[in-house]
Structure formats: structure tokens, C-alpha cells
């Protein structure tokens, strides 16, 4: 059974960072875990997604302000998330897709509050 495990929220001032960390148990290489956020009104949008391979992709929003990397060994993924704006406010999840069974995972979600 695939569990998703979310840390790292939490409130920060505009121009700041913060780094999201998912631990995963019960995935398979052929996985791809990413981080998606939904505001409070809105959809949930994907915000960068990462094969076991390193292969990673960004939304526009965010690409060259947020990073996201994985450790194999820890079955942990990260997204470092700097230059943070008050548009960044969400509950960020993290997701891990099962590319042989097509099965998607979702994590609780962790919180992120950008404000001065």
C-alpha cells in the first residue's frame, strides 16, 4: 500500500523559501511523484512533477523560483520553493502516479501561507 507522507508547510514572508518534503512508502521506480497545490477557490493546478530519473517538469508560475528533487535511497521527494509570493499561498500535496497501473496517491497535503 502506497502512503504519502507531507512536512515542511508552514508561514513565510514574501521573497522567502521553504522546502516540502513527502516521504513514500510502498512505491516502485516506475513512479512519478510530484507536488500539485489548490488555493482556496481554485482547482488544483500541478506545480512540478519528477521521474526516479531526475526528469523533472514546472508550471510556468513557478519555474526558476521552485526545485524539485528526489532521493531514491530515502524514497523522498523535495520541493525547495524560494522567491515565494503571496500567489504561492496553498495547500500543497504531494502525488506519486503508478505508470504500470495507472493508480494515483495522494498525501494529506501540507499548508504553505505567504504574508507579510
Known amino acids: 500500500q502506497v502512503q504519502l507522507v507531507e512536512s515542511g508547510g508552514g508561514l513565510v514572508h514574501p521573497g522567502g523559501s521553504l522546502r516540502l518534503s513527502c516521504t513514500a512508502s510502498g512505491i516502485t521506480l516506475s513512479t512519478i511523484m510530484g507536488w500539485f497545490r489548490q488555493a482556496p477557490g481554485q482547482q488544483r493546478e500541478s506545480v512540478a512533477i519528477?521521474?526516479?530519473?531526475?526528469?523533472?517538469n514546472y508550471a510556468d508560475s513557478v519555474s526558476g523560483r521552485f526545485a524539485i528533487s528526489i532521493d531514491n535511497a530515502k524514497n523522498t521527494v523535495y520541493l525547495q520553493m524560494n522567491s515565494l509570493k503571496p500567489e504561492d499561498t496553498a495547500v500543497y500535496s504531494c502525488?506519486?502516479?503508478?505508470?504500470?497501473?495507472?493508480?494515483?496517491?495522494w498525501g494529506k497535503g501540507t499548508l504553505v501561507t505567504v504574508s507579510s
Open positions: 502525488n506519486a502516479y503508478n505508470l504500470r497501473t495507472n493508480r494515483s496517491y
Open positions: 519528477i521521474s526516479s530519473g531526475g526528469n523533472a
